[in-house]
């Protein structure tokens, strides 16, 4: 028999457990989204700080977040096996471009659910015309570089100049959208942009470097000019002279993608989505990192 005496002293306190049993319930049941990774990426990027990632995205999107860990050899119908065996029915699958066939057979087989593919030569056709849509998730390069331009014309002091290397040819738009970051932020000179294999013959007189392709030759010399680097790597292992870093990778951009892509699940389409950056906090002055921090949140308008 109730004892309703009982029931009415608790009640508060069943209020209580219901307000904070009910989101966890609804986070719990609401459809994953799952993110395909293999063993190699896993190496490279760190296990513990893609569950940090893994963590911050689930919160973010108030629903979980499932890797999806598969062979680098694995073909497609093993890929969408392990897609399929980690949830039945998510609500968005978010393949690296390099496994686009098995993203293809997945999306076949699974109409209702959204696929998103990440990377791909930029400008290539993507999918046959016959098969089923699917999204493209893509790096805001002209907004990234914007952004690093901001950040690198703070760092110069006086009439200091800016040297960028580059992982290869770097576009006339890319190029002036970095120049553009430049002059917003009060920088008037001409930066420098060389391809990452080139020597610089003397780094005096430059206050900034970017480093938007492979670092580690000029990383090795360990000059004491702030660092804007572009990489997968782990902040916290680089030289101290890297006082910012854009991170692009999968589980990066993940958070930017479903996100864009979550107000209409079934309509294919290509998602730019700017790289995170990551501060290095100890490595900045309070007052320039607080400065630094709102630079990085600006956005690139194309004129």
């Known amino acids: 028999m109730l004892d309703y005496r009982v029931i009415k002293k608790k009640f508060p306190l069943i209020i209580i457990l219901l307000i904070f049993l009910t989101p966890a319930g609804v986070f719990l049941f609401r459809s994953p989204v799952l993110i395909v990774t293999d063993a190699s990426f896993n190496l490279l990027y760190g296990t513990g700080r893609f569950r940090r990632k893994e963590f911050v995205t689930s919160l973010g999107l108030f629903?979980?977040?499932?890797?999806?860990?598969?062979?680098?050899?694995?073909?497609?119908?093993?890929?969408?096996?392990?897609?399929?065996?980690?949830?039945?029915s998510p609500k968005a699958v978010l393949f690296p471009y390099r496994y686009l066939q098995g993203a293809q057979v997945y999306r076949e087989g699974h109409p209702n659910v959204a696929v998103l593919v990440f990377g791909g030569p930029a400008g290539a056709p993507k999918t046959p015309d016959s098969a089923p849509a699917l999204s493209f998730v893509y790096t805001d390069t002209a907004g990234d570089l914007y952004r690093a331009g901001l950040c690198a014309a703070f760092f110069v002091q006086g009439n200091d100049g800016v040297l960028v290397f580059t992982g290869g040819n770097l576009s006339n738009q890319y190029r002036e959208a970095f120049r553009r970051g430049l002059r917003d932020q009060g920088f008037l000179g001409n930066p420098v942009f060389l391809?990452?294999?080139?020597?610089?013959?003397?780094?005096?007189?430059?206050?900034?470097?970017?480093?938007?392709?492979?670092?580690?030759?000029?990383?090795?010399?360990?000059?004491?000019?702030?660092?804007?680097?572009?990489?997968?790597?782990?902040?916290?292992?680089?030289?101290?002279?890297?006082?910012?870093?854009?991170?692009?990778?999968?589980?990066?951009?993940?958070?930017?993608?479903?996100?864009?892509?979550?107000?209409?699940?079934k309509r294919p389409g290509e998602i730019p989505v700017s790289s995170q950056p990551a501060l290095l906090y100890d490595r900045i002055e309070k007052k320039s990192f607080r400065k630094l921090a709102r630079l990085t949140k600006e956005k690139f308008e194309e004129k």
Not at 64 to 86: K, T, W
Not at 235 to 257: C, E, H, M, N, Q
């Open 63 to 88: 629903r979980r977040v499932i890797p999806v860990s598969v062979d680098e050899s694995a073909g497609p119908d093993l890929l969408v096996l392990a897609v399929e065996g980690a949830a039945r």
């Open 195 to 265: 391809d990452d294999s080139a020597d610089y013959p003397s780094y005096s007189g430059i206050g900034c470097v970017v480093v938007a392709g492979p670092a580690a030759k000029f990383l090795e010399q360990n000059l004491k000019i702030p660092v804007i680097l572009f990489s997968w790597t782990d902040p916290a292992i680089t030289p101290r002279s890297v006082k910012l870093v854009f991170d692009d990778s999968l589980p990066a951009l993940a958070f930017g993608a479903f996100r864009a892509f979550s107000a209409d699940l």
